[in-house]
């Protein structure tokens, strides 16, 4: 059977122009599926890379947000500590060590002695100290000193310390002060006590004549106290020319025991009484200016004893303190001779007797 279909020219064209639709979106497809594909495989890389340098970007802000804000957490974390931490204590000032106490003759030392003119020193010092003290104080005129026992020691002295102006020398004793008395020339001395009555040496010879020697002085007072050369020694020492200005004397024991001998010479005997009523080559008696005289003990009879007193008297106004051993007839004998004289010179000679102590002879 054959149909036949009218053909309607509208109709036609539309469906012609429906079916050239997709031909045509297929006309483009295939146009757009024609494009190269590196260029689309470049947008890609494109795309991707500006993706990826966003992303770092925000990951270097972030990462320098966390950093600020980590180092402000830091700062407010210290300034916080130091707000409450207790401030620490101030070091404590260091405290100077302790210097060793200076010894004794380097405190005397220390002083300034350059004005001084009288010095006395209690405690006992060694010769070297003394010297310095006499180095120190070119003015003194009056010193006393005690020396130590280590001072015996001291060997090495200089000879002859000049030193003018010197004038009184009061020396305590303990040891012999040989050793100084033969280094000093003291030319302006006129006054010289040797106290020896706490000292336990030989005392033969101790110097003193060179010490006159040496210092060609003129002497006015010369005191011995327990201190008793040999006759001979006390008779050069009278002899010398500083001893003929003298006006005292002193020879003075204080020892109260049996030590008191005739063989160590701590006592007044008959042969010095002679030495001082002696008429020497000049024709005057020794120490001819001799006005005080103290003797301490005496051991002789009363006849020797009156006549050095006589003797003494003829040559001017004389003064004699005296002590015997003990009580006896002599001493009494004595008193009597001595005021029968002083009656007779009307009063220019002068005595008195010590106290005697009650000390027996060995």
């Known amino acids: 059977m054959i149909v036949v279909v009218p053909t309607n020219p509208d109709l036609s064209s539309k469906t ?29 890389i494109a795309r991707g890379q500006a993706l990826k340098s966003n992303k770092r970007q925000k990951h270097v802000q972030i990462s320098e947000a966390e950093e600020t804000i980590s180092n402000s957490r830091v700062q407010d974390a210290s300034i916080s500590r130091q707000s409450l931490a207790v401030p620490p204590a101030p070091a404590p000032a260091p405290t100077p060590s302790p210097s060793p106490p200076l010894s004794l ?20 010092i060694s010769i070297d100290t003394f010297l310095g003290i006499l180095a120190r104080a070119p003015l003194l005129c009056t010193i006393t000193v005690t020396l130590s ?11 002859n310390v000049f030193w003018h102006s010197l004038e009184s020398l009061y ?22 006590t040797i106290d020896a009555r706490h000292g336990s040496f030989a005392r033969e010879d101790m110097g003193l004549h060179q010490l006159l020697v040496n210092s060609g002085c003129a002497l006015t007072r010369l005191a011995l106290i327990d201190v008793y050369p040999t006759r001979a020694e006390l008779m050069r020492c009278l002899r010398t020319p500083a001893c003929a200005t003298l006006q005292t004397l002193v020879v003075r024991s204080t020892v109260q ?8 010479r701590r006592y007044v005997d008959a042969g010095m009484l002679r030495d001082l009523a002696r008429v020497e080559a000049d024709g005057e008696l020794l120490c001819p ?14 006849e020797d004893f009156v006549k050095m007193v006589k003797k003494r008297v003829e040559r001017g106004p004389f003064a004699i303190r005296y002590a ?17 004289l002083a009656w007779a010179t009307k009063h220019v000679f002068k005595f008195k007797e010590l106290q005697p102590r009650v000390i027996s002879v060995s």
């Open 16 to 44: 012609e122009d429906q079916s050239s639709l997709p031909r045509k979106y297929d006309a483009g497809v295939q146009a757009s599926s024609q494009d190269p594909p590196m260029a689309q495989s470049q947008d890609k």
């Open 105 to 124: 003759s380097s405190k005397i030392l220390s002083h300034d002695y350059s004005s001084t003119r009288r010095i006395k020193v209690e405690a006992p």
């Open 149 to 159: 026992l280590d001072a015996a020691q001291q060997k090495h002295l200089v000879r």
């Open 171 to 192: 020396l305590n004793v303990s040891i012999n002060p040989k050793s100084l008395l033969e280094s000093l020339a003291l030319h302006s001395l006129t006054r010289l």
């Open 257 to 264: 025991s049996s030590a008191l001998t005739p063989y160590v």
């Open 289 to 302: 200016k001799l006005e005080k005289l103290e003797l301490s003990y005496c051991h002789c009879t009363a």
């Open 324 to 340: 015997f051993l003990q009580r006896d007839p002599p001493s009494a004998k004595v008193v009597k001779e001595l005021r029968a």
